[in-house]
């Protein structure tokens, strides 16, 4: 009896990285090919940099990308005025201290928006490590250090600023790869679906980034296309058959040399710009797979919609010619047309086994389909049918290596089990706020039960030579850490990093990564104190003398706690600024680290002299908001602490007062609104005693979790009680109502 062989199914989803920009720097070379005089050099495949304004010049005659220009000395003020028409054209301008002195520090700052000191970049990148060395070498080194290229082309420099480019190779003599398409031509039986055919030609034919098309056609087509502008770059071969996979293969190991970038597409396909990525692509032993963008019928690329996205299907395969000559090939295996059903799985499939690396960056690397005809000729029933199938999802072109964490084992530190119940006014409203946080994925409390909140292993990771950003994420210049959940949303910190290539950065021996959303926490200072300075002063008992982001306008609310002997080597916070460390020390975004734990909080009230363990009196503090005012409290509050007994004081706590904090000391009993986006009023209450009783009302549309896991690790009895949606007085009114049936039944708990 016959078996069926179930095939198997691979899911391919890797992003394709820019792992090799290339910096080129322009001073003599020629704008020939060395091997073909007749052949230009196409040098605008690569960014350059120019040491003067004469070769600016010189090399914008041949259309090339000039992305920055190096000026370390001026001999008119002509030069100068050229210097400013210039700079409206090149993205960056390194200049020397002997050339800005020739201005006003505010004339510079008046005219030009992109111009960096050479003398002094260290102090801003310090990731560059030595000193300019007074030299253009040193310099187009330097600009390649701070834009990230992988290679920098025709620039020697001094075994001294080697050491510094271990990710960059340096290369002479050598020139951009050229661009090779392959498909076939034919003419259709159907004008309409002949003229996209034809008009897709014409535009690759148009397009500066293809150095050479290659027809292999069933027929002589040459009257079809010979007078199409840009046709000389084709060459027809006559195969007198459909074009197969073989066909493509036996001819790039025939007839394409070394270093070419081989492009095989189906005839209605076009390209733009993003071939220009292929330059910036280490493509040794890769195959990119690319999904199509529909061309609408109005013919505007600007609304082509890609296809799908699907991953079983792409339309244009690219190569470097290289490592298809580098390989064997049985080309029985490939012998099957283009434009086959399941053609491309197949041949995805095939190249995998040659030990390929494959990807399909289609999102951003744009390849046009236009079939506005939507005649298809091809027969399902000649599916081409494989052992293995292989779906490969559309992705991007990053500019950065993405990590999920740095290279050693980390040590942990754990958050102890905290036990606790979830109480409020009725068992329906437990119920109800039990359900509503599970909805929000952060909290899963269960009602009228123990609950138990712990981390067994929370990662410290290090890092040595890394960036810190504003809101604590990790990087260095060619890396970004992403953590091990960076695919749930919650935990995506990356989409919020303010930060760019030129991000200035402060210099520090060591510095801590606290990794939040977004730079929220630091904008109060309670909310910076309790999620951020709490795990700051929690790492600092394992890592002394390590800094952390202290924002200056907070600096009075640090000098609030005692630090003891700890000398406090801050990092001043600013949005636009990262922080560059011999070694970091922090966590990445992740569940485990994304919660405070008994242990932050006993560490931030190690810093607080004033704090105390227990309740002593009757005092009840108040946080004053829009919804409990101080004349709320004298009026009505008041009036129910004093008729249950006369001995309670009220003390007020204030959002914007630091000093409020002592108003905290030795309380029984806290009263607050909170709910979301409250953080700011409850932010304070860590240093409340343990066993405080703690109100919390929150409206029933708007159900936090948060400082309900605050009181459960800080040691508080609390309540959350749910009030209905009103207005002011309607609330006032309700949060009497909860108060005084409150009062009745848990005014035993009040110590």
């Known amino acids: 009896m016959a078996t069926t062989v179930v095939p198997k199914l691979l899911n391919l989803s890797a992003p394709t990285l820019r792992n090799l920009r290339t910096l080129v720097w322009l001073q003599k070379q020629s704008t020939m090919q060395s091997s073909k005089q007749s052949s230009t050099v196409n040098w605008s495949k ?21 992305v920055g220009i190096i000026i370390t000395e001026l001999t008119s003020a002509t030069s100068l005025d050229e210097l400013f028409k210039i700079s409206k054209q090149v993205p960056m301008i390194l200049i020397s201290q002997t050339v800005l ?39 187009v080194a330097i600009l390649g250090l701070l834009c990230r290229y992988n290679r920098i082309v025709d620039c020697n420099v001094s075994t001294k600023r080697l050491t510094d480019l271990s990710n960059i190779t340096l290369s002479n003599g050598i020139t951009p790869n050229e661009t090779w398409m392959v498909t076939q031509f034919f003419k259709h039986s159907n004008s309409n679906r002949f003229n996209e055919i034809k008009e897709c030609l014409a535009k690759n034919c148009a397009n500066p980034h293809i150095d050479k098309i290659v027809l292999i056609n069933e027929k002589d087509h040459t009257g079809e296309f010979n007078k199409l502008p840009g046709s000389k770059k084709i060459e027809q071969f006559i195969s007198n058959q459909r074009l197969t996979y073989a066909n493509f293969l036996q001819y790039v190991n025939e007839a394409v040399p070394n270093n070419v970038f081989i492009v095989l597409c189906n005839a209605d396909i076009y390209f733009g710009d993003a071939l220009l990525d292929l330059h910036k692509i280490n493509m040794t032993d890769k195959m990119l797979a690319l999904l199509r963008w529909d061309v609408p019928p109005s013919g505007l690329e600007s609304d082509a919609k890609i296809f799908g996205p699907r991953a079983d299907s792409q339309d244009t395969w690219i190569f470097l010619s290289d490592s298809i000559k580098a390989r064997s090939w049985d080309y029985n295996k490939f012998n099957f047309q283009l434009g086959q059903a399941g053609c491309d799985n197949a041949f995805a499939g095939h190249i995998l086994r040659q030990k390929f690396s494959i990807s399909n960056p289609a999102v951003s690397f744009k390849t046009f389909h236009l079939h506005n005809t939507n005649i298809r000729n091809y027969d399902k029933k000649d599916y081409i049918r494989s052992d293995i199938y292989i779906n490969i999802a559309p992705t991007f072109v990053i500019d950065t290596k993405q990590e999920t964490t740095p290279p050693g084992k980390p040590n942990t530190i754990s958050n102890e089990l905290a036990s606790f119940e979830v109480k409020s006014s009725s068992m329906s409203n437990e119920i109800t706020y039990c359900t509503m946080l599970e909805k929000e994925g952060r909290y899963k409390w269960e009602p009228s039960v123990e609950n138990h909140y712990f981390e067994a292993a929370i990662p410290v990771y290090k890092w040595n030579k890394a960036c810190v950003t504003p809101n604590g994420l990790v ?24 930060v760019d290539i030129l991000t200035p950065l402060q210099k520090r021996d060591k510095m801590f990564a606290i990794p939040f959303k977004n730079t929220d926490v630091f904008k109060h200072p309670d909310t910076y104190i309790l999620q951020y300075v709490s795990r700051c002063a929690r790492l600092l008992k394992m890592n002394p003398g390590t800094s952390f982001w202290i924002p200056k306008q907070f600096a009075e609310y640090i000098e609030y706690f005692d630090w003891g002997t700890e000398k406090l080597n801050g990092a001043y916070f600013d949005e636009n600024t990262g922080v560059w460390a011999d070694e970091v020390i922090g966590f990445l975004p992740e569940p485990a680290a994304s919660e405070l734990g008994q242990e932050d909080i006993a560490a931030l009230r190690a810093l607080y002299p004033s704090w105390i363990e227990k309740p002593v009196e009757k005092i009840c503090v108040v946080v004053i908001g829009p919804n409990i005012t101080e004349k709320f409290v004298d009026e009505q509050i008041s009036k129910v602490l004093r008729g249950h007994s006369e001995e309670w004081s009220i003390r007020y706590v204030y959002e914007s007062d630091y000093a409020s904090y002592d108003s905290l000391i030795g309380a029984s009993l806290c009263i607050f609104v909170g709910g979301q986006k409250a953080n700011n009023f409850w932010a304070k209450l860590w240093a409340l005693p343990k066993e405080c009783c703690v109100i919390e009302f929150q409206q029933e549309l708007l159900i936090d979790g948060e400082f309900q896991h605050l009181a459960h690790v800080a040691g508080f009895k609390s309540w959350v009680l749910l009030l209905s949606k009103g207005s002011a007085v309607d609330v006032q009114e309700q949060i009497m109502e909860q108060l005084e049936k409150w009062f009745k039944k848990n005014e035993d708990n009040i110590l």
């Open 46 to 66: 690569w960014d350059a940099v120019v040491t003067s304004i004469s070769a600016y010049n010189y090399w914008c005659q041949y259309n090339t990308k000039i």
């Open 475 to 498: 990087y260095d210049p060619y890396h970004i850490y992403k953590g091990k959940h960076a695919d749930n949303d919650r935990f995506n910190y990356w989409v919020n990093a303010n």
């Open 101 to 139: 002195a020739l201005k006003s520090e505010q004339y510079w700052s008046d005219n030009f928006d992109n111009v960096l000191n050479l003398d002094n970049i260290l102090e801003h990148y310090p990731f560059i490590n030595n000193p300019w060395e007074q030299t253009d070498n040193d310099a």
